[in-house]
């Protein structure tokens, strides 16, 4: 059974960095896509992003150049950072599989972490 | 970006009825369109996706049809499991988009 459990600090303070680890059970990183997903009263569910397991990634452009996102096969880790935070960033944030990966057009996230909230106050 | 808009935005409905939702994009996503159900404190769930073809494990009564850019969502006799936000997405184009939801409540 695939599993998804996203991990890191609850509270990060403005202008610092938001990290976040998914820890991925039951499956190998194959060709899937990871990806990160957020949700906020404001925005709504949003997309932050993905990474492949040879470590390509693609990001949605209304975060600039403030987000990375990175993969470690060999734990079943990927991760998440945003820099520069502001209150704007406060939101549960999601970390999903997407089954369709490079063998599909389709997104297909199949399998998602709980949540994490995280929320930017000094 | 592409601008999904759900409607309606809220519904209510009682546990045997057939509901349907639609999501219209702003401009046309093929049939690059999936359907999640979301429930309070939980993570979404996918019930559909290329636009009609269903999640493993969904059941039947769930439903998507639609291209371009108009897409609907039946559920053909609710149960009481059902009563839940629904959320498009499009994935024709980067940065992927969702609705904004529909809350599907009891009557």
């Known amino acids: 059974q695939v599993q998804l459990q996203e991990s890191g600090p609850g509270l990060v303070k403005p202008s610092e960095t938001l990290s976040l680890t998914c820890t991925v059970s039951?499956?190998?990183?194959?060709?899937?896509?990871w990806s990160w997903i957020r949700q906020s009263p404001g925005k709504g569910l949003e997309w932050i992003g993905f990474v492949t397991s040879s470590g390509s990634t693609n990001y949605n452009p209304s975060f600039k150049s403030r987000v990375t996102i990175s993969v470690d096969t060999s734990k079943n880790l990927f991760f998440l950072k945003i820099n520069s935070v502001t209150a704007a960033d406060t939101a549960v944030y999601y970390c999903?599989?997407?089954?369709?990966?490079?063998?599909?057009?389709?997104?297909?996230?199949?399998?998602w972490g709980q949540g994490t909230l995280v929320t930017v106050s000094s | 970006d592409v601008q999904m808009t759900q409607s309606p935005s809220s519904l209510s409905a009682s546990v045997g009825d057939r509901v349907t939702i639609t999501c219209r994009a702003s401009q046309g996503v093929g049939q690059e369109l999936g359907w999640y159900q979301q429930k309070p404190g939980r993570a979404p769930k996918l019930l559909i996706y290329?636009?009609?073809s269903l999640q493993d494990g969904v059941p039947s009564r769930f439903s998507g049809s639609g291209s371009g850019t108009e897409f609907t969502l039946t559920i053909s006799s609710l149960e009481p499991e059902d009563f839940a936000t629904y959320f498009c997405l499009q994935d024709y184009t980067k940065p992927y988009t969702f609705g904004q939801g529909t809350k599907l409540e009891i009557k």
């Open positions: 999903a599989r997407d089954r369709g990966g490079s063998s599909s057009p389709f997104v297909i996230w199949d399998h």
């Open positions: 039951g499956d190998s990183f194959r060709s899937y896509y």
């Open positions: 290329a636009a009609s």
